[in-house]
T-cell receptor, first 116, second 112 residues
């Protein structure tokens, strides 16, 4: 079965540079979530999109922006990178609601961002 | 604000033992709860999803229960194997927007 695809898997950047992370959800999933997991930390929600519209926003810095495109893939853009942005960034997708129940979120393998 | 706590933070057991991982949450108004497995430096693998209206879910050697009123969930692993060694995370689905709120995880080590 198709899974969530994230690219790149690894990314090394210098301070103050920009980075773009991409996420391709499971086919027919209409919702995408972005999470950040720092070293030794639990994943923290950043932002989500439902049907290409932002649906929720968490502790996402103003330096970060994201969008979901017409083909449902999503991109997380990160500017003025800081050392503290080094983390594992996960994208998850789900089918928003079916039969009255909210469905499980399936996670991609993550992008490991290292800021030097 | 929803807070999720997992106890214990780490657990080491001999192979073959049955074990229970605990998860508690402060706000019982959740839509569902997911248990995940994470290997070091890897992604999150969804193990079980329990809807708020359900009491338990089973998949193979795994059984997860949910007591929404008391804000607790348990993950029972039967006949543990060394391949079960990983960090197990529980996450509750927020009732506004649908984001997952994670616990800190339980790091499980199963010794041969």
């Amino acid at each position: 079965a198709a899974g969530v695809i994230q690219s790149p898997r690894h990314l090394i950047k210098e301070k103050r540079e920009t980075a773009t992370l991409k996420c391709y959800p499971i086919p027919r999933h209409d919702t995408v979530y972005w999470y950040q997991q720092g070293p030794g930390q639990d994943p923290q929600f950043l932002i989500s999109f439902y049907e290409k519209m932002q649906s929720d926003k968490g502790s996402i810095p103003d330096r970060f922006s994201a969008q979901q495109f017409s083909d449902y893939h999503s991109e997380l853009n990160m500017s003025s990178l800081e050392l503290g942005d080094s983390a594992l960034y996960f994208c998850a997708s789900s089918l928003y609601k079916r039969d009255g129940h909210y469905n499980e979120q399936f996670f991609g393998p993550g992008t490991r961002l290292t800021v030097l | 604000k929803q807070e999720v706590t997992q106890i214990p933070a780490a657990l080491s057991v001999p192979e073959g033992e049955n074990l229970v991982l605990n998860c508690s949450f402060t706000d019982s108004a959740i839509y569902n709860l997911q248990w995940f497995r994470q290997d070091p430096g890897k992604g999150l693998t969804s193990l079980l999803l329990i809807q708020s209206s359900q009491r338990e879910q089973t998949s193979g050697r795994l059984n997860a229960s949910l007591d929404k009123s008391s804000g607790r969930s348990t993950l029972y692993i039967a006949a543990s194997q060394p391949g079960d060694s990983a960090t197990y995370l529980c996450a509750v689905r927020d009732n506004q927007g649908g984001k997952l709120i994670f616990g800190q995880g339980t790091e499980l080590s199963v010794k041969p």
